[in-house]
């Protein structure tokens, strides 16, 4: 029988926290226990606002997903997001150590990518994702690996994502006081890039936007690996309470009419309603008015997809990726279901659009196979990765934790390059 091992991602997002289980062994990654949508709570905009209330919603997703899956959960890797993340690029040099055949080794890939680290940040600031883009030996550019080249000198350009000290202490502390340990922080738009980007798209250049509840965070990718990330502090939640205004309804209804407005736009052909011009009936939420024009509400939300669309494309004119992504968008996250998202998305940002699902894994698809699921699988995947590329999947270790062994910078960095 072949050897499996267990890995848990947590997502722990504004509107939902999703813990999905997958048993892993060397040729498939099957979901075998997922939390679905446990209700978010002391979670806001992507940051932890109020500890017992987080604790209470991961502990329950948790529960929920260790009952499905018949396993005790003790590890995971845990999605963290919020205004707060930046990215830089950052440069690394070494001289290649001597040796007899002047080889360049692991430990030299290992120090050039922690030359490339060496970047001053405030103390409040800590790095979470160090991504090397390309390595230079000598003056020869675009390698990928260069272990096994000769030369004196090597370089490294890495794309640096890094976040708050507090608000990754916070997130970190909630997991643990459910009594799980943090394997890594995975930013959440790294991790959707994980279940929903393919190669092809990476290495031409493409702009992954996972619009949530309460926040829209953006990675870039050129070449194969991420070169500019950011989260813009606004989401769905943001369309709904526009509906609440507009119609003075509560925001429960609100959201109920958003959500029927958007599956009924994914049914119909053009994707705004072949009914448009007709009236939808809110009888039933108690309204001032019994009928509403749709195109009346499609307006509303529009006018937020479009606030959304107009603050990523300054983003991608400010990170100088104007014309460089000709892979176009990719949209996931729960809010990509909004009716007229892909025709906002194409209108303000002039590139190809399509909407993004979790892909590459097996098992329980049905529950993780929405928008709202990538950052979740997202975060197996990464961990797949980390364990797969870098030889640490220990199969014997059933649970899960990650051998400390003296290659382990450099077989991490190995892991994600392209
Ligand atoms: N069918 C649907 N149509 C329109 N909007 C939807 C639909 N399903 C979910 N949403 C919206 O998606 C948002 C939640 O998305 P998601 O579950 O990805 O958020 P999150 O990960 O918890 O939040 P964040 O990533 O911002 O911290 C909500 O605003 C919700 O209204
Ligand atoms: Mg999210």
Redesign the pocket.
Known sequence: MPKEKIITGI?I????ISTTVASVSESKISVIGVSG?VP?KG?S??NVVDIDSAVEAISQSIEKAERMAGVSISNAFVTI?GSHMETLNSHGVVAVSPNETSEITRSDVARVIEAAQAISLPSTREIIHVIPRDFVVDSQEGIKDPVGMSGVRLEVETNVIHGSATAMRSITKCVNQVGVDVNELVY?ALASSEAVLNDTEKELGVLLV??????T?VIAFLDGSPIHSVVLPI???L??QDLTIGLRSRFEDA?KI??RL??EAMLSKSGVGDVAEEDFDVSEFNLDIERIPRSMLYKIMNARLEEIFRLVALEVTKAGLSGKLPAGIVIT???A???GVERSAKVNLKMPVRIGTPKGVTGLIDEIK???AS?GVGSILYGVKLYRGSNLLSLDDKNGTIKKSMSKIFEKFKSFLP
């Open positions: 997502d997002g504004s509107t939902k949508n978010s979670i905009r992507g997001n959440s996972d619009i949530g509840g309460g926040t965070s989401g769905g939640r369309v709904t959201e958003k959500i958007s599956n996250g729960g809010a279901l909004t009716a929405g928008p709202d950052a």
